[in-house]
């Protein structure tokens, strides 16, 4: 295991291949084995998979979330590929992975090859109390949470997965009650080809929302996963990782 020093956290990483650079990154709590399908097909490419702070392997755990994390955590990857040499990456990336790769080719235009995101829309929204139900999540969840719980449990145990989605859920409605942007308003700086996908049904980056990000940058483009929810990677894995590496292979 390699591991990132940064401000008191140790970002996990594993960095396998040559070729151009490949960032990739998954979502909240998520894991870079989730994303092993797509890494085992992008032969031919450096790939950097990385375990987004306070997520998988990287610590500490619980961590905080301030309403800024987006933006910190973005600086904190590209601190990552200072250390590791690499100039200009392709950023891939899952919900708040895909969150981090929009703002880093905003904050670092001439780092970013292309943006490929699925699940990530550059602006934060949920329905009332869906957030705050963040904080009771592991002791009373409901409908689509009730996944969630089981999982952090799983993964992290239910002490730490509740301060895990405390945190988080307040820096969410924190974002939200300041306008729910995260890289919407500064789409105009993004001057790479990006890619951002969404599914038909997700909850949390509708196709409407998504469309939107794509048309404020100015190479952007839309597409949508017919059938698909939130995580596109497991509704409709085949098409992802096919749509993804021909996108790659173009750019």
């Not at 989730?34 to 890494?39: A, D, G, I, S, T």
């Not at 799983?154 to 405390?166: D, H, K, N, S």
């Not at 924190?174 to 993004?190: L, N, Q, T, W, Y």
């Not at 049904?201 to 939130?230: K, Q, W």
Request: net charge negative; proline share 6%; aromatic share 8%.
């Amino acid at each position: 295991m390699a591991f990132h020093e940064a401000d008191g956290q140790q970002i996990h990483y594993e960095d396998t291949g040559t070729g151009e650079a490949v960032l990739l990154m998954p979502g909240w709590a998520g894991s870079i084995v989730e994303l092993n399908p797509l890494r085992a097909a992008l032969d031919g490419y450096r790939v950097v998979a990385v375990d987004p702070p306070g997520s998988g392997k990287s610590l500490p755990q619980p961590r905080d979330y301030p309403p800024s994390f987006y933006q910190d955590d973005a600086a904190t990857v590209l601190g990552l590929l200072d250390a590791l040499g690499v100039e200009a990456a392709h950023l891939v990336g899952f919900s708040d992975g895909g969150e981090y790769a929009l703002v880093m080719a905003e904050q670092a235009p001439q780092r970013a090859l292309s943006v490929v995101t699925w699940g990530a829309a550059g602006h934060v929204t949920a329905p009332p109390g869906r957030t705050a139900a963040l904080e009771s999540l592991m002791d009373d969840p409901s409908g689509s949470f009730v996944s969630l719980a089981a999982y952090l449990a799983e993964a992290y145990g239910v002490e730490t997965g509740r301060a895990m989605a405390a945190s988080w859920g307040r820096a969410l409605e924190a974002i939200i009650e300041a306008g729910g942007d995260v890289s919407r308003e500064a789409a105009h700086r993004i001057m790479c080809p990006a890619l951002l996908i969404t599914g038909t049904y997700d909850p949390y980056c509708g196709p409407d929302l998504v469309r939107a990000m794509a048309t404020a940058i100015p190479r952007g483009r839309f597409t949508e996963a017919v059938n698909s929810g939130h995580a596109v990677h497991i509704d409709n894995r085949d098409w992802l990782v096919s749509t993804v590496v021909d996108w790659l292979d173009g750019h």
